[in-house]
């Protein structure tokens, strides 16, 4: 079983849909969670921490429920812009700061 | 600041062939890492460098070594690379400040080898 598991999609949506995403971990000593975008054929970057409160950053929401070990990623008003592939992260303990990457989920956002 | 840079962006070898892939990042942070990409893989950790003279085995570390030059530098090299190397190679390094955290990727090499 992978540590964090991720659905791959492909999830093709029209422009100004609400799509979200779901990733489970296994780790339960996993410190903090990320999620990251990537487009085609570059790095990820840093789209936004999830905290257990839940966070919101303009049209992204965020959710960590440690309970279930559990972390969503909601996107409100799709743009075309948002098509990429979103990496669900967690961070081990630890000073090392290992990151450990699900595979993905693709989102093509269609107009 | 330019970030984390890596060089060459893509590279073909043939089996048995050696190279160095070679990463800088100019924000001053300690640790930094290399990973690699494969298609429905994610990325998975090969060597990370937790603070300059220090290197540590990552998930699939077999078939490289690296060397922390200083706190700048990374370089992953491959001594002889087989086919089942051809991947996307990342270099990362991690920002730390309180409670959050982020890491920087370099823009990726390309590798293939026949």
């Known amino acids: 079983r992978k540590e964090v598991e991720q659905d791959p999609g492909p999830f093709n949506v029209p422009e100004g849909a609400t799509v979200a995403f779901n990733c489970t971990y296994s780790n339960s000593a996993s410190q903090s969670f990320f999620w990251y975008r990537q487009d085609c054929r570059k790095e990820p970057k840093l789209l936004m921490s999830v905290y257990s409160s839940g966070n919101e950053d303009g049209r992204f929401t965020a959710q960590l429920n440690r309970a279930s070990q559990y972390i969503s990623l909601l996107i409100r008003d799709s743009k075309l812009s948002d098509s990429a592939t979103y990496l669900c992260?967690?961070?081990?303990?630890?000073?090392?700061?290992?990151?450990?990457f699900g595979s993905g989920t693709q989102l093509t956002v269609l107009p | 600041n330019a970030g984390v840079t890596q060089t060459p962006k893509f590279q073909v070898l043939k089996t048995g062939q050696s190279m160095t892939l070679q990463c800088a990042q100019d924000?001053?942070?300690?640790?930094m890492y290399w990973y690699r990409q494969d298609p429905g893989m994610g990325l998975r950790l090969i060597y990370y460098?937790?603070?300059?003279?220090?290197?540590d085995k990552g998930e699939v570390p077999n078939g490289y070594n690296v060397s922390r030059l200083n706190k700048r530098e990374f370089s992953l090299r491959l001594e002889s690379a087989a086919p089942s190397q051809t991947s996307v190679y990342f270099c990362?390094?991690?920002?730390?400040?309180?409670?959050?955290?982020?890491?920087?990727f370099g823009p990726g090499t390309r590798l293939t080898v026949l």
């Open positions: 990362a390094s991690h920002r730390t400040q309180s409670s959050y955290n982020e890491q920087f």
């Open positions: 460098s937790a603070s300059e003279g220090t290197t």
């Open positions: 924000m001053n942070h300690n640790s």
């Open positions: 992260v967690a961070l081990a303990s630890g000073s090392a700061r290992q990151l450990t």
